[in-house]
């Protein structure tokens, strides 16, 4: 008897959890397709082929469901981890390296990384989930800043040249509308960081 109940709850506890991941599933295709701003509890419900009290007995505030999504869509599509790029220390090589592995990162996830940046000023809970990718850029960015050798002056210069070589539309307007490749992109970037060096030392030379 008691190994029929514990057989009962594992086989339940299976169901419920499967539940969960096709609700979670379904909500993270929404995201991509139309944006979290516009999925419904009633859309998700429909993807996920499950009744609307479903979704909400699984996920009972908006901000469950969304941390959900981030952990699966995270797991699917890891941010590029610092420790591949970290060990060079010509700076230049170092941004080229790290903006060729962001903007593979922005290509893979296009579509959920513009409906995310999009919605979340109308979203306090997915702005709040967001703090996170918010304090890996800002990480990435201290990082990049590192070992130019520049005066303040200039450095207060290159620390906007490489957030702006950072932000998700910057790569959006070079490949997307101005049709770069990756690789062109990459070096338009790394060449304007470089040429706050150059234009500073001819300062100097002068």
Known sequence: MIEKRKYEQKLRAERQEETQRRIT????????????????????AERA????????????EMSDLL?????????????????AWATISNPSERLR???????????????????????????????????????????????LLEGWGVSETALELMRAAIGHALDFETWRSLVRRQGL??????????????SLVAGEAADVAV
């Open 49 to 60: 082929g499950v009744e609307r009290l479903t979704v909400y007995r699984h996920f009972p």
């Open 97 to 143: 390296f790290a903006l060729t592995a962001v903007y593979a990162y922005y290509r893979e996830t296009e579509a959920m990384t513009a409906h995310i940046l999009h919605d979340s000023p109308l979203m306090p809970d997915l702005a709040a989930i967001l703090t996170g990718r918010e304090a890996y850029m800002a990480a990435l960015h201290a990082q």
């Open 25 to 44: 599933e379904a909500t993270v295709a929404l995201h991509q397709e139309i944006g979290p701003a516009h999925t419904t509890v009633t859309a998700i």
């Open 181 to 194: 490749t990756k690789e062109a992109a990459v070096s338009l970037m790394v060449r304007l960081a470089i």
């Open 67 to 83: 941390y959900a999504c981030q952990q699966h869509f995270r797991a699917e599509h890891p941010l590029p981890a610092f420790s």
